[in-house]
């Protein structure tokens, strides 16, 4: 910079208070930012801590649940999967009671049971809680006891279904209805299919077949516990008539029941799960119902008392460990060869699985067996 020396010494000195205010408010101000950054991270340190107790804690709100007649206070149990110890220990946090059995099904939201819970004193902030509601419904009970001759009440048993083969032979739309659900629809024994219908189309289920013919529509899934069924009713070429049934529907079957909370990768004893005959609503997946198919299985998912074991809730054990010596049986025509492998992946019976062949490192993949060997097709 040209010019006199008194206005450079000017403009030196303005520059250095300027640059002086700057690191003065900037002192002021630090204290105040520290303290914002200071709150941020404990904010953080704070989800950081409880964000692994919440994976491992949860509260899964069902969409439904069926409740016996007299069951007047609902717990947590009763309408949630409860995953891991913290969730567990709520299990019996009363969630909703009522005075008497209501006639209609009760729904209750999330919100109204984080509210229960957070009166109960249980820690929100440590569990996930999902499911938006549950429906609550209550079985029929049974009428009030009535006396007889002799003095003594005698209890009614509540209506219950009927089983479909014993309405098959009746000549009425029930009867035709009974024959094509168990027969068609399910593609299942009869004797071992329960119908209930409604009182409200008694009229209708009691018409006769004579001079009719029926055609039946489901209006929603077989695999379901209430079947609603379009009729048209036929008369000499043409519809004379047009009902809509709704059919309850039960399969008497043999199951296995859990006896207790289990994880994921628990094996099952002989003692986690009793054999016992029910009837249960239909289900896309096959109850298991032999106490041999199951011990020694590894839970896939977590496992409720109470629960009906079915097709995909268990799984095989491992028989065949990844990176250990293996036989491997290779087929060729009508020759076999057996020699040892090393197990490139983790097998359970009916796996397909790589292996890796120890003499030349000739590498195949083959079906583990129940033995724990490796069985390759190598052609005819």
């Known amino acids: 910079m040209t010019g006199r020396p008194g206005h450079e010494n000017l403009w030196s000195r303005g520059v250095e208070a300027s640059i002086g205010r700057d690191v003065e408010a900037r002192r002021r101000g630090a204290p105040k930012r520290l303290a914002v ?21 949860g509260i899964a709100l069902r969409g439904s649940v069926r409740l016996e007649a007299d069951q007047l206070e609902i717990r947590l149990a009763d309408v949630a999967d409860l995953t891991g110890p913290i969730a567990q220990a709520l299990g019996d946090c ?6 008497s059995t209501p006639l209609r099904p009760v729904t209750i939201h999330v919100d109204s049971v984080r509210r229960r819970l957070d009166s109960q004193g249980a820690n929100l902030g440590m569990l996930a809680l999902s499911g938006r509601e549950c429906v609550l419904r209550w079985r029929a009970s049974a009428p009030p006891a009535e006396p ?17 083969a014993e309405l098959i032979g009746q000549r009425t739309l029930r009867g035709v209805i009974a024959d094509y659900l168990a027969r068609i629809l399910l593609r299942t024994d009869p ?36 079947v609603p069924l379009n009729v048209n009713v036929h008369k000499g ?10 059919v309850e529907v039960a399969l008497r079957r043999r199951v296995l029941i859990v006896q207790r909370y289990m994880s994921r990768g628990e094996t099952l004893a002989a003692g986690d799960v009793t054999e016992e005959t029910r009837l249960i609503e239909p289900h896309p997946a096959s109850p298991l119902g ?9 839970a896939r998912g977590r496992l409720v008392p109470g629960q009906v074991l079915r097709e995909g809730d268990v799984l095989t054990p491992v028989v065949v460990a990844r990176n250990s010596e293996v036989w491997l049986r290779a087929r060729h025509g009508s020759f076999m060869l057996r020699m040892r492998a090393r197990a490139l992946d983790e097998g359970r019976a009916g796996d397909a ?28």
């Open 353 to 380: 699985v790589r292996v890796r062949r120890i003499s030349d490192r000739a590498e195949f993949v083959g079906i583990v067996d129940g033995g724990g060997e490796v069985v390759v097709n190598l052609g005819y």
């Open 237 to 246: 070429g043409a519809i004379a008539a047009t009902h809509r049934v709704t």
């Open 94 to 99: 009363v969630v909703y009671e009522t005075s």
């Open 37 to 57: 950054v200071t709150r941020a991270l404990l904010l953080c340190m704070t989800w950081c801590s409880a964000a692994p107790a919440a994976a491992g804690d």
């Open 148 to 164: 007889v001759a002799g003095g003594k009440p005698v209890r009614q048993e509540a209506p219950r279904g009927l089983v479909a």
């Open 191 to 226: 004797d071992q299919v329960q119908l209930t219908f409604s009182d409200a189309d008694a009229e209708v289920l009691n018409r006769s077949t004579a001079g009719f013919e029926f055609e039946i529509r489901p209006l929603a899934s077989a695999l379901s516990s209430t």
């Open 290 to 298: 032999a106490l041999a198919e199951v011990v020694g299985c590894e």
